[in-house]
């Protein structure tokens, strides 16, 4: 796959996997470039897929490198993503992050997407079993767009 090129960012897919032990869902994980450089600066990764599980987890998940951070580099890779999810038949997204992240919560805000709430995460769920006890989560139509 081509690289998705953006102004200041790059993605390039690095792998394609399916993941999820009882409802198994498609992950395109992607590094995310300085443009037209080789410096790796994070990654994204998108959820195909809509479940108990990924309403918690999110369709995307993203991580800037410490020295990168603080550019709106996830938000501008979040903006990538959103038309390749479309192409992929998604026609929303879910996106979550924990509620002490004020920088996810900020990039989350100015993406535009609809608030849904702070939410408590099941005692079943994997996130809580993990240490998890909400989530902040924003739907993201697709429609639109």
């Given at each position: ?126 996130l ?5 006890k909400?989530k ?10």
């Open positions: 796959m081509e690289p998705i090129k953006g102004t200041e960012i790059d993605l390039q897919l690095s792998q394609e996997y399916l993941s999820g032990y009882l409802n198994p869902y498609k992950v395109y994980y992607f590094d995310i470039y300085l443009s037209n450089t080789s410096r790796r600066i994070g990654y994204i990764d998108l959820r195909l897929g809509h479940s108990d599980y990924l309403y918690y987890l999110g369709n995307i998940g993203y991580r800037i490198d410490e020295p990168w951070r603080g550019h709106h580099y996830a938000l501008s890779a979040c903006r990538l993503v959103l038309p390749f999810a479309k192409q992929l038949g998604m026609e929303y997204l879910i996106i979550t992050c924990d509620p002490d992240n004020l920088a996810s919560k900020k990039t989350l805000e100015e993406l535009g997407g609809t608030f849904l709430g702070r939410k408590k995460i099941p005692l079943h769920h994997a809580y079993l993990e240490g998890f909400a902040l989560i924003y739907r993201y139509n697709l429609k639109e767009n």
